[in-house]
């Protein structure tokens, strides 16, 4: 049997599917951050806080009112999308034509007090989510066994990956958002509602925190500090990937998860380091990263 | 004029302390964590148990009621230590019982042992309890890590599960519970094939999960503990793997909390069931009509048997002075039927059997609180150190 780095190539190949799984994850929430500091250059760091809402959105909805996974994977994210507008409203938008540094400031306060009030309430042990009933099973695919809900995991969040870049690189509605990022005054002479545009940016951007949250509840911990101990590798996907570059950040989201997935076979040890390794190196030799344009 | 304050202080601090060693309540001390992660297995359940000891003793011994306080160290040494400095210098707390971060009840259990107080460690999980900061004050209910790593690991091998896959957190206590593992799989014939070191708080256990699936192994060893545990647990279901697992750190009240979905199937010696005799029984069901049906862990029992023990030795020594209570206890045989073959080492070790307990799949469970089937018990003379071996400075001295 042909081995690579001495690992059987089954094992690898069952390995590396793990890492695209968890890649799928990287990639959803690097891609709203490049979305959100695109066009709002805001640097989201309540976006682990987002991701966390989703899933105890998800967690809630379920206990109280028993509705379908099917349900609350969209029903979760667009409660925490209308809280992302109303954060935006209220307070981002203040901060516009500011130095980047003061919405991180105001998104990590806003990451802190979310996750802090979600411990107080729930304490630090992981909730019970249970994945739907119709993908709870696993399938033999010969080199390894495969649940199907982490492929399903790997299939929707490549979707939406897809068509999320297709809608704004490829829509007359993308070419706006793209427009008003190079240049406002511009776009708003055109007729355009800038304002409310940002808005619902900000709002899209914390709607795929929430899907990624939903989708991870029945494979991680439902636990209030799921977010913070995630967030800070996507921060280093986003910045490998080039902020605010759209395809960068879905490619080097799932790029970063095989990675990370070989790793957990050659070394486990560094597993949770190798990103920011990596980081260090990309930032060595291509200071705006793999994508990004160079300012 | 600080100094002549704090002399004042001392000095009606003695005067006073005759007063309620004499004639006062006879105070007890729970110290735990009464909020925290650990409040689980400890916390408010241990102050249950212990309140229910007492009651069940009549509420009084030579002829003074019996009083029981709790404190909450929250995890924090500085805070356990200072709280049971205080209480053992204001309340005259006779004993405590010390659950919680292990950290905090050895620090605990130092200033105890300075002042002359039993301790009675039943959610203490270290060794060190009994080995190296034992006192000569100081009793160890709870099993160690070592025990419940070797208990689950040698009955596993014996009962067919004998080749292993560990799966250990990259930090000293997961290395010395994987260690401890090893040594028990390979003493009873089995061997490990192979490891994974994770980091703390790893996210995706599903690579571990496969790798292990890949070495062929028939049981996968859990070194880890906490959210780590829970995850891989978790996980380990979603691949069709929960009947490989063995845990070396896992408590009833993690069942429950993972629910048997989840947790069905996995292996792991505890020193106590509710659901094993009659004297088991009487007692969770008590504990569990209280608290709103958590099952007991071995820590809460470990509690009532504690200060049961205690009591009876106090009544038999007809004093509370430590001294001759700590010697009644040791040579006094357990008398709540918690426990099977249970003595007590010169160290303060409670030896008992231990038991191999596989979680029920939902369809075995007949109710929310028949979590366990106890499939094999370990003998505790063979499984626990010797006093001579544990490394307590007090027995060593005594068999040089």
Redesign the interface.
């Known amino acids: 049997m042909a081995d690579i780095f001495g690992i059987p190539l089954p094992v690898l190949a069952g390995q590396l599917l793990i890492g695209l799984f968890n890649g799928a994850f990287y990639a959803l929430l690097s891609l709203g951050l490049a979305i959100i500091f695109g066009l709002l250059r805001i640097i989201n760091f309540a976006h682990g806080a987002l991701y966390m809402m989703g899933a105890f959105a998800a967690f809630l909805l379920g206990e109280w009112f028993g509705l379908p996974f099917w349900i609350l994977l969209v029903a979760a994210p667009l409660i925490v999308a209308i809280f992302a507008a109303a954060i935006e409203r209220g307070l981002l938008t203040h901060l516009q034509g500011l130095d980047p540094l003061y919405g991180l400031l105001l998104t990590f306060g806003i990451a802190l007090i979310v996750e802090g009030l979600a411990q107080y309430q729930f304490g630090v042990a992981g909730q019970n989510f249970s994945p739907p009933s119709a993908l709870s099973g696993a399938s033999n695919l010969g080199f390894m066994i495969m649940p199907h809900y982490r492929a399903f995991v790997i299939v929707v969040s490549l979707i939406v990956c897809l068509a999320t870049w297709a809608l704004i690189e490829r829509t007359k509605l993308g070419a706006l958002l793209r427009a008003a990022t190079e240049n406002r005054p511009l776009v708003e002479a055109f007729g355009v509602n800038v304002p409310l545009l940002l808005t619902a940016t900000y709002a899209f951007g914390a709607f795929l925190a929430a899907f990624a949250g939903v989708m991870a509840a029945p494979v991680f911990q439902v636990s209030p500090l799921m977010g913070s101990n995630i967030v800070i590798v996507v921060f280093a996907v986003v910045v490998i990937g080039g902020m605010g570059s759209i395809g960068g950040a879905i490619l080097t989201g799932f790029l970063l998860g095989l990675i990370e997935g070989l790793t957990k076979v050659i070394y486990p040890e560094a597993s949770n380091i190798v990103v920011f390794v990596i980081m260090a190196i990309v930032l060595f030799f291509r200071p705006s990263g793999l994508f990004g344009k160079t300012a | 004029m600080t100094l002549t304050k704090t002399l004042a202080a001392a000095l009606l601090a003695t005067a006073a302390l005759p007063a309620f060693a004499q004639d006062g309540p006879v105070r007890l001390l729970v110290l735990d964590d009464m909020t925290g ?1 650990y409040s ?1 297995n400890g916390g408010p359940n241990t102050l249950r148990a212990v309140e229910m000891a007492v009651e069940d003793f009549g509420g009084e011994v030579l002829g003074r009621p019996i009083e029981v306080i709790s404190a909450d160290h929250q995890n924090k040494p500085d805070v356990g230590s200072a709280l049971a400095q205080q209480l053992i210098d204001e309340q005259g707390v006779v004993a405590m019982t010390l659950g919680g971060s292990s950290a905090v009840g050895l620090a605990a259990q130092a200033r105890a042992g300075e002042s002359g107080v039993v301790t009675l460690a039943t959610g203490g999980y270290a060794p060190n309890f009994s080995g190296d900061q034992c006192t000569p004050y100081s009793f160890h209910w709870a099993p160690t890590t070592r025990e419940l790593a070797r208990g689950v690991a040698g009955a596993v091998v014996e009962q067919g599960g004998d080749s292993w896959y560990m799966i250990t957190p ?1 930090y000293v206590f997961g290395h010395a519970l994987a260690a401890d593992a090893t040594a028990a799989i390979e003493e009873a014939g089995g061997s490990v094939v192979g490891e ?4 703390l ?4 256990m ?3 999960l ?2 292990a ?2 070495s062929g192994a028939k049981i996968f060893g859990l070194a880890n503990a906490g ?1 780590d545990l ?2 891989t647990i ?2 380990a279901g ?3 793997l929960s009947d490989h697992l063995a845990a070396m750190l896992v408590f009833a009240n993690n069942v429950q ?3 048997l ?2 947790a069905q199937n996995i292996r792991m010696a505890t020193s106590f069931y509710w659901d094993l005799n009659d004297q088991t029984r009487d007692f969770g069901n008590r504990i569990m009509e209280m608290n709103g049906g958590q099952v007991p862990t071995m820590g809460h029992a470990g509690a009532y048997s504690g200060v049961m023990h205690f009591l009876n030795a106090v009544a038999e020594a007809g004093t509370t002075d430590a001294e001759a209570v700590t010697a009644k206890m040791k040579e006094m045989p357990l008398s709540d039927g918690f426990y099977q073959n249970a003595s007590i080492q010169e160290n303060g070790r409670v030896v008992y059997d231990m038991l191999l307990a596989e979680v029920n799949t939902p369809d075995e469970s007949e109710g929310p609180a028949d979590i366990y089937e106890i499939v094999a018990t370990i003998p505790g003379d063979s499984l626990f150190l010797s006093a001579a071996d544990s490394g307590c400075p007090l027995t060593a001295a005594a068999t040089n």
């Open positions: 992660i689980g990259d994974t070191v994770h980091p708080n790893t996210n995706d599903a690579s571990a496969l790798s699936q890949g959210t829970e995850t978790k996980q979603n691949f069709g909390a993972l629910g979905e989840q």
